[in-house]
T-cell receptor
Framework: DGGITQSPKYLFRKEGQNVTLSCEQNLNHDAMYWYRQDPGQGLRLIYYSQIVNDFQKGDIAEGYSVSREKKESFPLTVTSAQKNPTAFYLC??????????????FGPGTRLTVL | KNEVEQSPQNLTAQEGEFITINCSYSVGISALHWLQQHPGGGIVSLFMLSSGKKKHGRLIATINIQEKHSSLHITASHPRDSAVYICAVTRSNTGNQFYFGTGTSLTVIP
């Protein structure tokens, strides 16, 4: 079945460590997105990519990095520079279009806790 | 101020009740989306609309472009409808980027 997978579901990290969250999709979508969700707040965009080897910062990119070497994969690295990384992270994908709109499909999420 | 506002934040209903969740936005949009997030965290898309009304089973979504307002209705609510319902918009000049409301947490009691 087509869909988006994220791993791991739960992740624990010590302060000062970098950690990479995986996101894979087999929907043949060009665009992929990373969001962060905190209690009482709407989802916020971290990074997005419209095409392989290209990505743009979202509203809260500081302390995060991404790569898009393959169409199917868009990993997110939470670096030690991210001051408050404990959150729920969601990956999404969609057909890409700069001028119109498309449904986004979401992965199951990764809950990151910094100890 | 958030560009997308939802009300109420929390809602408790008895099974069988008719439920309405509201969404207002302050920017020009190309589409409005209603999403459902279950306790496990995964999100599914319920509706994408740019005008009028859409219906799927017991769910109905409406949008009034002039008033910049949308409603999500659930008829004959059931405990399995318990979830967080999120309104999101794609703005007219930013491609497919979503801008999200904070969500409405719905609990349906048997």
């Amino acid at each position: 079945d087509g869909g988006i997978t994220q791993s791991p579901k739960y992740l624990f990290r010590k302060e000062g460590q970098n950690v990479t969250l995986s996101c894979e999709q087999n929907l043949n979508h060009d665009a992929m997105y990373w969001y962060r969700q905190d209690p009482g707040q709407g989802l916020r965009l971290i990074y997005y990519s419209q095409i392989v080897n290209d990505f743009q910062k979202g509203d809260i990119a500081e302390g995060y990095s991404v790569s898009r070497e393959k169409k199917e994969s868009f990993p997110l690295t939470v670096t030690s520079a991210q001051k408050n990384p404990t959150a729920f992270y969601l990956c999404a994908s969609s057909k890409a279009s700069r001028k119109s709109y498309n449904e986004q499909f979401f992965g199951p999420g990764t809950r990151l806790t910094v100890l | 101020k958030n560009e997308v506002e939802q009300s109420p934040q929390n809602l408790t209903a008895q099974e069988g009740e008719f439920i309405t969740i509201n969404c207002s936005y302050s920017v020009g949009i190309s589409a409005l989306h209603w999403l459902q997030q279950h306790p496990g965290g995964g999100i599914v898309s319920l509706f994408m609309l740019s005008s009028g009304k859409k219906k799927h089973g017991r769910l109905i979504a409406t949008i009034n472009i002039q008033e910049k307002h949308s409603s999500l209705h659930i008829t004959a609510s059931h405990p399995r409808d318990s979830a967080v319902y999120i309104c999101a918009v794609t703005r007219s000049n930013t491609g497919n980027q979503f801008y999200f409301g904070t969500g409405t947490s719905l609990t349906v009691i048997p």
